[in-house]
């Protein structure tokens, strides 16, 4: 069980709150957005990463899915929160899927340790949804973002509780992909 005190616990309310609206407002996405976002929020929050972390996770996919910007995060979060969620955000304008993903991971490396941690959560969070998607090359794919992922983070990540649990889970996959003699 989490237990924060109640001045954080408010900064979070916070958090949770920006999301919620600005996601209900103009944001679009299949997946259970809000749902994902406190998942991975509080699963870093259970390895005791500081509130920054914790306040970045809640609100990183709203960049990508919304119509939020970096400034509007910023006004409410700070600089440093705004510019983890705007590394954490994919470039729309970058339509091979590859290149896109690839170029999201290198500007999240060079924003720094703690993005990379929220990613590597993130990552986390969606890996186990990869056997559900019915089309094999589309699973091969998302194994293959994640092991690149791994990869590019290893040097600089690779201690923290959340990169050994991303790393357990891709072997999992990888072993699954194998037997699917993909």
Same mark, same amino acid.
């Given at each position: 069980?989490? /237990? #924060?005190? %109640? !001045?954080?616990?408010? &900064?979070?309310?916070?958090? #949770?709150?920006?999301?919620?609206?600005?996601?209900?407002?103009?944001?679009?996405? %299949? =997946? %259970?957005?809000?749902?994902?976002?406190?998942?991975? *929020?509080?699963?870093?929050?259970?390895?005791?990463?500081?509130?920054?972390?914790?306040? *970045? *996770? #809640?609100l990183h996919d709203l960049i990508e899915d919304s119509d939020t910007t970096k400034d509007d995060i910023a006004l409410s979060f700070g600089d440093k929160v705004a510019g983890w969620?705007?590394?954490?955000?994919?470039? $729309? $304008?970058?339509?091979?899927?590859?290149? &896109?993903?690839?170029?999201?991971?290198?500007?999240? =490396?060079?924003?720094?340790?703690?993005?990379?941690?929220i990613k590597c959560a993130d990552i986390y969070s969606n890996s186990f949804y990869i056997k559900l998607v019915n089309d094999a090359e589309k699973q091969k794919f998302l194994i293959? =973002?994640?092991? /690149? /992922?791994? !990869?590019?983070?290893?040097?600089?990540?690779? &201690?923290? %509780?959340?990169?050994?649990?991303? @790393?357990?889970?891709?072997?999992?996959?990888?072993? &699954?992909? @194998?037997?699917?003699?993909?």
């Amino acid at each position: 069980m989490i /237990f #924060i005190n %109640p !001045q954080d616990g408010h &900064r979070l309310d916070k958090a #949770i709150n920006f999301l919620v609206n600005k996601y209900t407002e103009t944001g679009s996405n %299949p =997946k %259970p957005v809000v749902f994902h976002s406190l998942n991975v *929020a509080f699963y870093l929050l259970n390895y005791g990463y500081n509130l920054d972390i914790i306040e *970045a *996770a #809640i609100l990183h996919d709203l960049i990508e899915d919304s119509d939020t910007t970096k400034d509007d995060i910023a006004l409410s979060f700070g600089d440093k929160v705004a510019g983890w969620v705007d590394a954490l955000s994919f470039k $729309t $304008t970058i339509e091979d899927k590859e290149e &896109r993903y690839k170029e999201m991971f290198l500007r999240i =490396k060079s924003a720094g340790h703690e993005a990379l941690i929220i990613k590597c959560a993130d990552i986390y969070s969606n890996s186990f949804y990869i056997k559900l998607v019915n089309d094999a090359e589309k699973q091969k794919f998302l194994i293959n =973002k994640l092991n /690149f /992922f791994l !990869q590019l983070s290893e040097e600089l990540i690779s &201690r923290e %509780p959340v990169w050994l649990d991303l @790393s357990n889970q891709s072997l999992i996959e990888n072993e &699954r992909l @194998s037997k699917l003699n993909l």
